[in-house]
């Protein structure tokens, strides 16, 4: 089973920042990385897929980088409404895995 | 409108069953990979199992491989999950989710509203 490990676990920013949030694989996945917002109560939102492709109706200000192991997620200026929890998901392995999550909140 | 709704969920007693359903609109259901993923309370996201469009292969995380079955009915548009021997680990919000493409085997961009099992006596 491949890992994901998400840093850093928490992250305290203001609206208006930059947000960089990191996803490491135990073994390359190539570029079968998405990423995944979710808000309390809610059902996960596809932000990412294949590591660097927004999916549909997503900002230009979410942006992801990396191939291999190692993926970042980008939010270059954060608004209001971005503060919520972010996951990784591969589906490089037959069995896909999630990353634990980072929670990205309001300093 | 493209549509999940999951139904079944419940309070179960350890060592129980259930099955949960995954009822699709709005989309050729027959050709789209379909996904379940569970959250427990408070934690992250666990990814469960996958089938393919046409039902015929499966896979299945190691914590429940050979206690859960995954399956669907294309002609009822409806996803199955078979959850046996259950325990107090297993509870969780569980979604249903299709893949983002037919070309694709994941990227899950349709999610269900999530549908609550609780393994307690």
């Known amino acids: 089973e491949i890992v994901l490990t998400q840093s850093p676990a928490t992250l305290s920013l203001s609206p208006g920042e930059r947000a960089t949030l990191s996803c490491r694989a135990s073994q390359s996945v190539s570029s079968y990385l998405a990423w995944y917002q979710q808000k309390p109560g809610q059902a996960p939102r596809l932000l990412i897929y294949?590591?660097?492709n927004r999916a549909t109706g997503i900002p230009a200000r979410f942006s992801g980088s990396g191939s291999g192991t190692d993926f970042t997620l980008t939010i270059s200026s954060l608004e209001p409404e971005d503060f919520a929890v972010y996951y990784c998901?591969?589906?490089?392995?037959?069995?896909?895995?999630f990353g634990q999550g980072t929670k990205l909140e309001i300093k | 409108e493209v549509q999940l709704v999951e139904s079944g969920g419940g309070l179960v007693q350890p060592g129980g069953s259930l099955r949960l359903s995954c009822a699709a609109s709005g989309f050729t259901f027959s050709s789209y990979w379909m996904h379940w993923v569970r959250q427990a309370p408070g934690k992250g996201l666990v990814w469960i199992s996958r089938i393919t469009s046409d039902g015929s292969s499966t896979s299945y995380a190691d914590s429940v491989k050979g206690r859960f079955t995954m399956s669907r009915d294309n002609a009822k548009n409806t996803l199955y999950l078979q959850m046996n021997s259950l325990s107090a680990e297993d509870t969780a919000v569980y979604y249903c989710a299709r893949v983002m493409t037919t070309a694709t085997t994941g990227n899950l961009n349709i999610w269900g509203q999530g549908t609550m099992v609780t393994v307690s006596s």
């Open positions: 294949d590591a660097s």
């Open positions: 998901q591969q589906r490089s392995d037959w069995q896909n895995t």
